[in-house]
């Protein structure tokens, strides 16, 4: 069974929009990450987020925890074209950070 | 300082045929891991292997696939007989210890096999 799933599915917005994306997990985490894929390319690592952080800033991005819920969120703030494609969160199997589960992405569309 | 390499990029090959993927870690990475992902869907962990060892093999299929991260060269991910159902992106990961438990891991650019 999946555990991140990533929501919505599929969003579509303008630049200068900001962007937000959805990930619940199922079983306890010592931590978060969030991964962006372009089309046909490899992951890029974007952030991590401990358990016992609740939000974490990088650039454009703020990212959630809120383990009570065992959900995550990232917010992309003044989107750029540049920003479409895949973002994917992925918790660590067992609280070790030897495997990732990753959810089914959210496909991120950022039009002019 | 090189990313992690995957190659081919692109694979093509006939049922019944084998596949060889390589995967050379970052430099100074001595852990790696390898995720396949099929189309419109997330990454799914097959194998996690440090130099000479395998750690942890369990997302890997039993018969057919086999991992190693011998002491020099990079990882090699093979598949012996290949199926259609094995066409997908093949990812590549590194990361340099697991020191305190937490470590990012560092993804290849993937090699994408082709099962015709």
């Known amino acids: 069974s999946q555990q991140g799933e990533e929501d919505p599915q599929a969003l579509s917005i303008q630049e200068g929009e900001n962007a937000t994306m959805n990930c619940s997990y199922k079983t306890s985490i010592n931590n978060l990450q969030w991964y962006r894929q372009n089309s046909g390319r490899g992951l890029v690592h974007l952030i991590l987020i401990r358990s016992n952080e609740r939000e974490k800033h990088s650039g454009r991005l703020r990212v959630t925890l809120d383990t009570s819920k065992k959900s995550s969120s990232l917010l992309i703030t003044a989107s750029r074209a540049a920003d479409t494609a895949s973002y994917f969160c992925a918790t660590p199997v067992g609280g070790t950070a030897s495997k990732l589960t990753f959810g089914t992405g959210t496909r991120l569309q950022v039009t002019l | 300082n090189a990313g992690v390499m995957q190659n081919p990029r692109h694979l093509v090959r006939r049922r019944g045929q084998e596949a060889r993927l390589r995967c050379s870690p970052m430099k100074g990475h001595s852990h790696v891991y390898w995720y396949r992902q099929l189309p419109e869907e997330g990454l799914k962990f097959m194998v996690y292997?440090?130099?000479?060892?395998?750690?942890?093999e369990s997302g890997m299929p039993k018969e057919r696939f086999s991992a190693e991260f011998p002491k020099e060269g990079p990882s090699i991910l093979r598949i012996q007989q290949v199926v259609r159902g094995d066409s997908a992106a093949y990812f590549c990961?590194?990361?340099?210890?697991?020191?305190?438990?937490?470590?990012?891991?560092?993804f290849g650019p993937g090699t994408r096999l082709t099962v015709l």
């Open positions: 292997l440090q130099k000479e060892n395998i750690i942890d």
């Open positions: 990961a590194s990361s340099p210890s697991l020191a305190g438990g937490v470590d990012t891991q560092y």
